[in-house]
Each structure stands twice: as structure tokens, then as C-alpha cells.
């Protein structure tokens, strides 16, 4: 999986590549990344990569050139594009999107500035636009970022323990059950006594219901399945 970050500031994007989990999956080859920044592609000079809304309005917006002309240069050199905006104004990002978007071969984040992008760029590149919260950022990298981990842990290879995958919050739409690591009790507070005494089949029992009293505690609008409600 290759990552293409269209930014004007790839230095707000590049250290989380540089530490942990992700640069051990970089220097594998299970992931990659690259930058592209529209002012590159300008055509004046001045390198100006926004300007004024058209119609009026407060602040200013990239404008089409320079982001059609990097995106048209990005599609030319990799056929397998996917190109996504992160948008306040857009559907939720969620975790069936990253398990989705881990198939792909290549994903292009567009990541706007200012008051946002021309819509025009939009109309005209987007596979795919993404929020990720009801707030405004004040640009798209960071959104860019979160979703470009979310996606990468689900690419093969990059959790050393594929499993961790599968119990994790938001599968089968139920957030995950409590844990607990060593030391049994710490400041008196003790982990749940039953997760303590080698009996799987009861151990799982009382994950999956501590899950779903946990799921309806926390985001009830989850809970579809008709048995747990
Ligand atoms: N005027 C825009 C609006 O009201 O929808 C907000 C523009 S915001 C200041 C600048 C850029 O940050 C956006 O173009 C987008 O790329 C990014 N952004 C801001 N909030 C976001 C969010 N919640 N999710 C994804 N991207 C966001």
C-alpha cells in the first residue's frame, strides 16, 4: 500500500512515519509514502496556491490550477489512484472504511487549507470524501493522517498479531470488553476475578457481555443486533 499526500505542509504529516509502529511497517515495504505540494505545480508567480471565494465570503480557498495539474501528474504516474478528501462536510470515516481501504494499492489524501478547496477539484478527482468528527480542523493533514494509520493497521503485515485485529472495538459493531494487564491488584484496584481463573469458554462469556453493556453504555446507537438490545 502506497500513501499520497497532497499537502502544503508534508512536515506536519512526515513524523509519524519516522516512530513506532508505522516506520517499522515503512521500513518493511508493507507501506509507503510519498508527498506531492500543489505550490509545486503552480503556474504564476508567485507560487500562490488561493484566493478570494468567488460570490464573497470570509477567508480564502485553494483554487483549481495548481491541484488539478498535481493530481492529473499523480494519476498519470500510478493508474491505481484512489483519491479521498478529508472534508468537514462529509460522511463519517469509520472502521469498515480503513478494512476497506486497506485492499487498495495506492490512496491519494487531498489535504485542504484555509476556508477548504475549490469544489470543483472535488467534483472533479474525488473517489471518496471523508470527516472524521463534527469539528473544523484548520487543515485536512491531520485528518489525512488519522485515517492513513486507521487504514494501515489493517494492511497484511503491519500488526506483528493479526488477531489483535479482530476483537478490537467496532468489530460486529460492538465496542471491545474491559482489560487488564499485571499487577493483579494495583492500589487496590483488582482486574475482574473471573478473567483470573483459566476458564476460557466462561472468560469469553463474560467479555462478550461486559462488551455489550459497555456498547450500550457508551454508544447504544451501535447495538443492531436484536439479541443484545
Ligand atoms: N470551510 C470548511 C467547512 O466549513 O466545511 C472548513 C475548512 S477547514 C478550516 C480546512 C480543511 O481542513 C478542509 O478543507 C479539510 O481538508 C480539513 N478538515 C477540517 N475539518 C475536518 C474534519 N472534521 N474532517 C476531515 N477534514 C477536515
Known amino acids: 500500500m502506497k500513501f499520497t499526500f497532497v499537502t502544503l505542509f508534508p512536515n506536519l504529516i512526515e513524523p509519524y512515519f519516522q516512530d513506532s509502529i508505522l516506520k517499522r511497517a515503512v521500513e518493511s515495504n508493507f507501506i509507503s509514502y510519498e508527498f506531492y505540494n500543489p505550490r509545486d505545480f503552480t503556474t504564476n508567480k508567485h507560487k500562490k496556491v488561493d484566493d478570494q471565494m468567488v460570490g464573497g465570503g470570509a477567508g480564502m480557498l485553494l483554487f483549481c490550477q495548481p491541484l488539478f495539474d498535481c ?12 483519491i479521498i478528501f478529508p472534508l468537514a462536510a462529509a460522511k463519517p470515516f469509520r472502521q469498515n472504511d480503513a478494512k476497506r481501504l486497506a485492499k487498495k494499492k495506492n490512496i491519494v489524501f487531498v489535504s485542504g487549507r484555509y476556508e477548504g478547496i475549490d469544489e470543483r477539484v472535488i467534483e472533479k478527482y474525488a473517489n471518496e470524501v471523508f ?14 493522517t488519522v485515517m492513513a494509520d486507521a487504514i494501515s493497521r489493517n494492511v497484511d503485515n503491519v500488526l506483528g498479531n493479526a488477531d489483535s485485529l479482530e476483537v478490537e472495538s467496532y468489530e460486529n459493531n460492538m465496542l471491545e470488553a474491559p482489560s487488564f494487564t499485571k499487577p493483579e491488584i494495583f492500589q ?42
Open 71 to 82: 493530481l492529473d501528474e499523480i494519476k498519470k504516474k500510478n493508474e491505481d489512484a484512489y
Open 188 to 229: 487496590n484496584l483488582s482486574v475482574v476475578k473471573e478473567f483470573l481463573k483459566g476458564n476460557h469458554s466462561k472468560i469469553a462469556d463474560l467479555k462478550t457481555n461486559l462488551a455489550i453493556c459497555k456498547t450500550k453504555y457508551f454508544r447504544p446507537g451501535l447495538v443492531t443486533n436484536k439479541k443484545f438490545k
Open 131 to 144: 470527516s472524521i468528527g463534527e469539528y473544523i480542523l484548520t487543515g485536512g493533514e491531520l485528518a489525512s
